[in-house]
């Protein structure tokens, strides 16, 4: 059974930062793509960056450059986001996303954490 | 970045109707790596089509996805009392992903 757990919810001053992780079982993250996806109150999913699968290169959406570093320890199963200089509208919940994609862009496994609140707030 | 708009924004429908729910890109994207997810309050969303138009194992047959290019579309043949929710598509096939802004399947 796969699981992703994530860590708990977070409270943040403005200007602080955040490390979110979420740990896997039943997958090998390292054939996973896993993505970090976060989504603002009553708003719409908002991808933020992945975990290439194999070579372990981090992509980040160009709205999140130098402010966010995903990572992944193999030893552990678990992915970690952190996200820096902390604003108030970086209030939202963060979702990790773990997906086995095949050539063709074949999705053999989709699964989702249980996502966590960061809340920044002075 | 791929920027995808999803068209329109609520679709106010009874249940046992035909909902249509639009994706347009703004470049093209190949439908190997186009994507559709449903999201209901307080859960993570949950993948419903692949490629464009390959259901995720466990999804009714009643929803179906198509499309090439720039435009994809989600069908939702009839509606389902758990079909209401929020609905989002996905490309998946460039360094950066990105995702629509939602559309919202609404009870009438």
């Known amino acids: 059974q796969v699981q992703l757990v994530q860590s708990g919810a977070e409270v943040k001053k403005p200007g602080s930062s955040v490390k979110v992780s979420c740990k896997t079982s039943?997958?090998?993250?390292?054939?996973?793509?896993t993505s970090w996806v976060r989504q603002a109150p009553g708003q719409g999913l908002e991808w933020m960056g992945g975990i290439i699968p194999i070579s372990g290169i981090a992509n980040y959406a160009q709205k999140f450059l130098g402010r966010v570093t995903i990572s992944t320890d193999e030893s552990t199963g678990t992915a970690y986001m952190e996200l820096s200089s902390l604003r108030s509208d970086d209030t939202a919940v963060y979702y990790c996303a773990s997906a086995y994609i095949l050539a063709r862009g074949v999705i053999i496994g989709d699964y989702w954490g249980q996502g966590t609140l960061v809340t920044v707030s002075s | 970045e791929v920027v995808l708009r999803q068209s329109p924004g609520t679709l106010s429908l009874s249940p046992g109707e035909r909902a249509t729910l639009s994706c347009r890109a703004s470049q093209s994207v190949s439908s190997y790596f186009l994507a559709w997810y449903q999201q209901k309050p307080g859960q993570a969303p949950r993948l419903l089509i692949y490629?464009?138009?390959t259901r995720a194992t466990g999804i009714p047959d009643r929803f179906s996805g198509s499309g090439s290019g720039t435009d994809f579309t989600l069908t939702i043949s009839r509606l389902e009392p758990e079909d209401f929710a929020v609905y989002y598509c996905?490309?998946?096939?460039?360094?950066?992903?990105?995702f629509g802004q939602g559309t919202k399947v609404e009870i009438k």
């Open positions: 039943g997958i090998t993250l390292s054939i996973y793509a």
């Open positions: 490629s464009a138009s």
């Open positions: 996905q490309q998946y096939g460039s360094s950066r992903r990105t």
